[in-house]
């Protein structure tokens, strides 16, 4: 079965980091362009950031610029997005998902075929 599963969501309080994981199952995550994406209570799905296929290039969004990074380690073929400085608007549940090619700050969910299960990320005090 091809599926990521990932981990290290849990609560924070304001400032807080955390590291989520994505371990692919069933695939190599080095043939895939990687996505984080978040959808928080009462709102639509967004796009965060994504990772070229090489890992040479990344894209951010605005919102988390500066505080959130996305990494690969293909010998573990595994995917991390490490946030910092986290703030309550980042509460939400938050996903990884792979795609055959890197579009940078273009999250059209049409192009990822393989999605994680979610982990919840709460940021409260």
């Known amino acids: 079965q091809l599926q990521f599963v990932e981990s290290g969501g849990g609560l924070v309080q304001p400032g807080g980091s955390l590291r989520l994981s994505c371990a692919a199952s069933?695939?190599?995550?080095?043939?895939?362009?990687i996505g984080w994406f978040r959808q928080a209570p009462g709102k639509a799905r967004e796009g965060i950031s994504s990772?070229?296929?090489?890992?040479?290039?990344?894209h951010y969004v605005d919102s988390v610029k500066g505080r959130f990074t996305i990494s690969r380690d293909n010998a573990k073929n595994t995917v991390y997005l490490q946030m910092n400085s986290l703030k309550p608007e980042d509460t939400a549940v938050y996903y990884c998902?792979?795609?055959?090619?890197?579009?940078?700050?273009?999250?059209?969910?049409?192009?990822?075929?393989?999605w994680g299960q979610g982990t919840q990320v709460t940021v409260s005090s």
């Open positions: 998902a792979a795609a055959l090619e890197y579009y940078g700050g273009s999250y059209y969910e049409g192009y990822y075929d393989y």
């Open positions: 069933g695939f190599r995550v080095d043939d895939y362009a």
């Open positions: 990772i070229s296929i090489s890992g040479g290039s990344t």
